[in-house]
């Protein structure tokens, strides 16, 4: 998933978009669907594209009632189960004591920064299959950090404030 059309479903829905990076991202993406009348994938490029009309607009933001109530009912803060999510994980890795996780962290990081140095010192070619795997390689670098450094979901919440925020006139 690429952050700019989650940035743009935080705008129009944030509880929407707080779903979806939480356990139960799949409420989230039906929602999505069922507004826009397409699936998934259908649903990012359409988002992605910056064309919404407005009544696609207005489904994202009647999405985002319907999806608060059924929080509400089913008792669903997605901010913290996302977060209960992150420290399951961490406490598993404490008390497992995997190599894997690290492991996969190094060759993720090496990998990523490694095509980044490549194609800044025009060592590799850029072309589609390149693009892509540095995509998924930064969209888990990303994941990583979250995982060992904390996520920025206060960062988020501090920049909808800002957005949302009135400037003072002098």
């Known amino acids: 998933m690429s952050d700019s059309w989650i940035d743009t479903v935080a705008k129009l829905a944030p509880t ?3 779903a979806l990076g939480s356990p139960v991202a799949g409420m989230a993406v039906g929602a999505l669907e069922s507004a826009l009348g397409m ?10 594209s910056g064309k919404l009309t407005g009544d696609q607009v207005a489904a994202i933001q009647q999405a985002e009632i319907q999806i608060k109530a059924r ?27 995997s190599w894997v996780p690290p492991f996969l962290a190094v060759v993720v990081t090496v990998g ?3 095509i980044l140095v490549g194609m ?18 930064g969209t888990a670098w990303t994941g990583i950090i979250a995982f060992y ?7 988020q919440n501090k920049d909808h404030m800002i957005h949302n925020s009135t400037p003072i006139e002098k």
């Open 16 to 18: 929407v978009a707080s």
């Open 39 to 48: 699936s998934g994938d259908d649903v990012q490029k359409t988002i992605e």
């Open 71 to 97: 929080a509400q009912e089913l008792g669903l803060d997605f901010a913290k189960l996302s977060n209960e999510d992150r420290a399951s994980a961490r406490m598993m890795q404490v008390n497992v004591k």
């Open 112 to 114: 990523f920064f490694g």
């Open 120 to 137: 800044m010192t025009h060592t590799f070619q850029t072309s589609d299959a390149l693009m892509l795997m540095l995509g998924s390689l």
């Open 149 to 155: 450094f904390g996520s920025s979901a206060s960062s």
